[in-house]
């Protein structure tokens, strides 16, 4: 980390301000190089957390206004001394300030690095910084807040309680059972149960709300489906809030899959609009068919669409069959219309049942609150923590499954020393997790996934 790095921290494009963030120990120097405050003061004679405004000059030239921030180490995002340079939007004068940046002495800052440099100067844990692409790619809500909640140590907090339990329990074990001669209090099995219990416990936690997570974050691989004319194309629409699907009174209108990202209360939902499910002796609407079939068993949430007005016919009993395979919301439509079908009996086979006029919107609450249970919003709690990918995930797993073998291992009567080697493997599995105790490899890889300027 010994070079001075730059790079473009705003979206590229037109606009009121870019910014440009440099991090390193020459900051200071580089950017008053380039940099020419109204008050001729140098940036390196600046406070902490202070502004200047000046102009962006190089080789004589003035190529723009700017306003600088300057920040001093420690107390910075980075925890080195950063300069942030606002200049005015524009791919062309933004990136003509950096190319000053860069000839003054800067270097440019790969992907992830200014956050990388953060967790590498111990100003954030691994968990932390993946928060913050998070928080970046948020498309919601709920999203933002729990990305935001772990960036602010949600889940570091969790595992520091678990990793300072296990280790003060180890450190026991291990002074008790190496120095018999000193007088340190005997372990007893009901100290270890209950450190054991509530490890597990918030372990556990952990691991229940993850697919609530995923929800939240990541949205849920969403079918539309049932037989043509059902008025799935209007439930797309009404849930896309625009005309994605075209919409007629001809069957077989839709024969390909027609895809969107929707947020329906606080869950993101990737809808599939499909083929009208039918015999057909048409090649092109019988592939619409096949690939609607296909896409049923793979997705995360079905929405089998019902006709108000019609009778249930062999096509729509072969849905609701195929509705026991995934989690599935039925929605009765068009109850603008007289009844005419069977609601009994799709009742009787579906739990989650949502009467609805697609055309009119009336039932729409109803839908939102189905799609919340179902992606289990009710006992979701961004404030408590959630883990945010699988290698989260498998770290906690892998600790909860140790803490779980050192019970067992009291349990029936082994040695501490057998228990011990447990409860560190447990340990190890959460200093995976914060990056207190990780390789090269698994770090990069992390930071691969950021943009470059975060």
Same mark, same amino acid.
């Given at each position: 980390?010994?070079?001075?790095?730059?790079?473009?921290?705003?979206?590229?494009?037109?606009?009121?301000?870019?910014?440009?963030?440099? @991090?390193?120990?020459?900051?200071?120097?580089?950017?008053? $190089?380039?940099?020419?405050?109204?008050?001729?003061?140098? +940036?390196?004679?600046?406070?902490?957390?202070?502004?200047?405004?000046?102009?962006?000059? @190089?080789?004589?030239?003035?190529? *723009?206004?700017?306003?600088?921030?300057?920040?001093?180490?420690?107390?910075?995002?980075?925890?080195?001394?950063?300069?942030?340079?606002?200049?005015?939007?524009?791919?062309?004068?933004?990136?003509?300030? %950096?190319?000053?940046? +860069?000839?003054?002495?800067?270097?440019?800052?790969?992907?992830?690095?200014?956050?990388?440099?953060?967790? %590498?100067?111990? $100003?954030?844990?691994?968990?932390?910084?993946?928060?913050?692409?998070?928080?970046?790619?948020?498309?919601?809500?709920?999203?933002?807040?729990?990305?935001?909640?772990?960036?602010?140590?949600?889940?570091?907090?969790?595992?520091?309680?678990? =990793?300072?339990?296990?280790?003060? #329990?180890?450190?026991?074990?291990?002074?008790?059972?190496?120095?018999?001669?000193? *007088?340190?209090?005997?372990?007893?099995?009901?100290?270890?149960?209950?450190?054991?219990?509530?490890?597990?416990?918030?372990?556990?936690?952990?691991?229940?709300?993850?697919?609530?997570?995923?929800?939240?974050?990541?949205?849920? *691989? #969403?079918?539309?489906?049932?037989?043509?004319?059902?008025?799935?194309?209007?439930?797309?629409?009404?849930?896309?809030?625009?005309?994605?699907?075209?919409?007629?009174?001809?069957?077989?209108?839709?024969?390909?899959?027609?895809?969107?990202?929707?947020? &329906?209360?606080?869950?993101?939902?990737?809808?599939?609009?499909?083929?009208?499910?039918?015999?057909? *002796?048409?090649?092109?609407?019988?592939?619409?068919?096949?690939?609607?079939?296909?896409?049923?068993?793979?997705?995360?949430?079905?929405?089998?669409?019902?006709?108000?007005?019609?009778?249930?016919?062999?096509?729509?009993?072969?849905?609701?069959?195929?509705?026991?395979?995934v989690p599935c919301i039925a929605i009765?439509? =068009?109850?603008?219309?007289?009844?005419?079908?069977?609601?009994?009996?799709?009742?009787?086979?579906?739990?989650? &049942?949502?009467?609805?006029?697609?055309?009119?919107?009336?039932?729409?609450?109803?839908?939102?609150?189905?799609?919340?249970?179902?992606?289990?919003?009710?006992?979701?709690?961004? @404030?408590?923590?959630?883990?945010?990918?699988?290698?989260?995930?498998?770290?906690? %797993?892998?600790?909860?499954?140790?803490?779980?073998?050192?019970?067992?291992? %009291?349990?029936?009567?082994?040695?501490?020393?057998?228990?011990?080697?447990?409860?560190?493997?447990?340990?190890?599995?959460?200093?995976?997790?914060?990056?207190?105790?990780?390789?090269?490899?698994?770090?990069?890889?992390v930071f691969h996934n950021f943009c470059?300027? $975060?």
């Open positions: 980390m010994s070079d001075t790095i730059a790079a473009i921290s705003t979206a590229q494009g037109e606009g009121g301000i870019s910014v440009i963030r440099i @991090s390193g120990d020459s900051a200071f120097t580089v950017c008053d $190089k380039i940099f020419k405050g109204i008050n001729n003061k140098k +940036l390196a004679d600046m406070k902490g957390y202070t502004a200047s405004f000046g102009k962006i000059v @190089s080789d004589g030239e003035e190529i *723009d206004e700017a306003v600088a921030l300057v920040f001093r180490e420690p107390l910075s995002y980075t925890g080195e001394n950063v300069v942030e340079l606002s200049c005015h939007g524009g791919i062309y004068i933004t990136k003509l300030v %950096l190319r000053a940046v +860069l000839d003054a002495g800067a270097v440019p800052a790969q992907a992830g690095e200014f956050t990388k440099r953060a967790f %590498l100067n111990g $100003k954030i844990d691994l968990s932390e910084a993946e928060a913050v692409i998070d928080i970046i790619s948020a498309k919601s809500r709920s999203a933002a807040r729990a990305a935001l909640c772990v960036k602010e140590g949600a889940v570091r907090n969790k595992i520091d309680e678990v =990793k300072n339990l296990l280790l003060s #329990t180890a450190a026991h074990l291990s002074a008790w059972a190496d120095y018999p001669e000193e *007088d340190i209090a005997e372990v007893t099995d009901e100290q270890l149960y209950d450190s054991f219990d509530v490890s597990i416990a918030i372990l556990d936690g952990l691991i229940s709300s993850y697919d609530s997570g995923q929800a939240v974050k990541q949205g849920i *691989d #969403t079918v539309i489906a049932g037989r043509p004319n059902v008025g799935k194309s209007t439930l797309m629409n009404l849930l896309s809030g625009c005309e994605r699907s075209i919409v007629t009174d001809i069957p077989g209108t839709t024969r390909d899959i027609i895809e969107d990202t929707v947020i &329906v209360g606080d869950v993101i939902l990737r809808l599939s609009d499909t083929a009208g499910l039918r015999t057909t *002796d048409d090649k092109v609407e019988k592939i619409g068919v096949d690939r609607a079939k296909h896409r049923l068993k793979q997705c995360g949430l079905l929405l089998a669409v019902f006709d108000y007005n019609r009778s249930l016919d062999d096509d729509d009993k072969e849905l609701i069959q195929s509705a026991g395979e009765i439509n =068009k109850t603008d219309l007289d009844k005419q079908l069977d609601t009994e009996y799709i009742e009787s086979k579906i739990k989650n &049942v949502v009467y609805l006029s697609a055309k009119s919107g009336e039932g729409r609450a109803d839908l939102v609150k189905a799609v919340e249970d179902i992606a289990g919003m009710d006992n979701f709690n961004p @404030s408590e923590g959630v883990l945010s990918n699988e290698r989260q995930r498998q770290a906690v %797993l892998n600790s909860l499954n140790s803490v779980k073998d050192a019970k067992n291992a %009291l349990e029936i009567g082994l040695t501490y020393d057998a228990i011990t080697v447990s409860i560190e493997e447990a340990i190890t599995s959460l200093l995976e997790l914060t990056g207190e105790r990780t390789s090269d490899e698994v770090v990069d890889r470059v300027g $975060k």
